[in-house]
């Protein structure tokens, strides 16, 4: 079975606080992605990685940036953390099909409250 | 540009019923088409895909979809709905690349 692990289900941080948010995947897949999930928006990609060290904006990309240091694991930092970062943040991990992102495989999500 | 619409954010069916939730996307290239389940405190699971293959898939737990190009859909359905199937529903599309659109979701209740 495929896992993929976040390092928290629940954090709270206060505001100007830097964040580190963990992602570790099993599956030895090349593709990795973070998302924030708010009520109402689904779900909205923040960045990823299609190869260690390689990183590539999504469609929310301000006040984040990640690592990808080694090809199972892909961090996500929040440098100065603000209310409006308050949000489920879900991590995956996929294989590469022909150039296309297969499915993926989500871990559980941490909740992040800032305050 | 690839979108997702999902009609309905919420559905309500009793145990039994059918389940119909509707996903509609734009793409002017053959898709990748999902469709991912979230269960309470959980992160999504896939419940089925298209991949330009057969028309109709067949999923997890009973769910099936029909992609039909002409009307440009991807309608999830389970012909009688558990308690189980009580969840959040994802349809998501993907027209080459890294990236996946997903729609907004639809919460699915099923009543006793």
């Known amino acids: 079975d495929v896992k993929v692990t976040q390092s928290s289900r629940y954090l709270v941080k206060r505001t100007g606080e830097k964040v580190f948010l963990e992602c570790v995947q099993d599956?030895?897949?090349?593709?990795m992605f973070w998302y924030r999930q708010d009520p109402g928006l689904g779900l909205r990609l923040i960045y990823f990685?299609?190869?260690?060290?390689?990183?590539e904006k999504g469609d929310i990309p301000e006040g984040y940036s990640v690592s990808r240091e080694k090809k199972e694991r892909f961090s996500l930092i929040l440098e100065s953390a603000s209310t409006n970062q308050t949000s489920m943040y879900l991590c995956?991990?996929?294989?590469?099909?022909?150039?296309?992102?297969?499915?993926?495989?989500f871990g559980p999500g941490t909740r992040l409250t800032v305050l | 540009a690839q979108s997702v619409t999902q009609l309905g954010s919420h559905v309500s069916v009793s145990e039994g019923a059918l389940v119909l939730l509707r996903c509609n996307y734009s793409?002017?290239?053959?898709?990748?088409l999902f469709w991912y389940v979230q269960y309470p405190n959980q992160g999504l699971q896939l419940l089925l895909k298209?991949?330009?293959?057969?028309?109709l898939v067949k999923g997890i737990n009973g769910f099936e979809a029909e992609f039909k190009k002409s009307e440009t859909s991807f309608h999830l359905t389970k012909p009688s709905a558990h308690m189980s199937d009580a969840a959040e529903y994802f349809c998501a599309v993907n027209t080459g690349g890294f990236k996946t659109i997903f729609g907004a979701g639809t919460r699915l209740f099923v009543k006793a």
């Open positions: 298209y991949t330009s293959a057969a028309t």
């Open positions: 599956m030895d897949h090349e593709n």
């Open positions: 793409s002017s290239v053959p898709p990748y």
């Open positions: 995956a991990s996929s294989h590469r099909d022909r150039g296309i992102t297969d499915t993926q495989y």
């Open positions: 990685s299609y190869d260690v060290k390689m990183k």
